[in-house]
């Protein structure tokens, strides 16, 4: 069994930061690439941003300069730095983790989503 556990969502004003974190455990073999989604009301989930096991990113346009991912030294947490926060920006975020777990097969685990709110 694989569990993500997300942290660090909220409500921020326009130009604000936030920190979103995501934390995998239980039975794991081995993490590959890790990202962050994010979903707006009444639109179609979203990439936010990835990163690799050798540490190779890649971010939609929109946060290009404003968000940063990074992996934890223990390689089995994943953070998103968001700096300069829009109103646009305002979604549920999803940590995804593409996972070998001990017994069974390679599978793409979702977390439970965190809500960010970027309003005045």
């Known amino acids: 069994q694989v569990q993500l556990v997300e942290s660090g969502g909220g409500l921020v004003q326009p130009g604000g930061s936030l920190r979103l974190s995501c934390a995998a455990s239980g039975s794991i073999s081995s993490i590959y690439a890790m990202g962050w989604y994010r979903q707006a009301p009444g639109k179609q989930r979203e990439l936010a941003a990835t990163?690799?096991?050798?540490?190779?990113?890649d971010y939609a346009d929109s946060v290009k300069g404003r968000f940063t991912i990074s992996r934890g030294n223990a390689k089995n947490t994943v953070y998103l730095q968001m700096n300069s926060l829009k109103p646009e920006d305002t979604a549920v975020y999803y940590c995804?983790?593409?996972?070998?777990?001990?017994?069974?097969?390679?599978?793409?685990?979702w977390g439970q989503g965190t809500q960010v709110t970027v309003s005045s």
């Open positions: 990163i690799t096991t050798d540490g190779r990113t």
């Open positions: 995804n983790v593409d996972v070998l777990p001990v017994a069974g097969y390679r599978y793409d685990y």
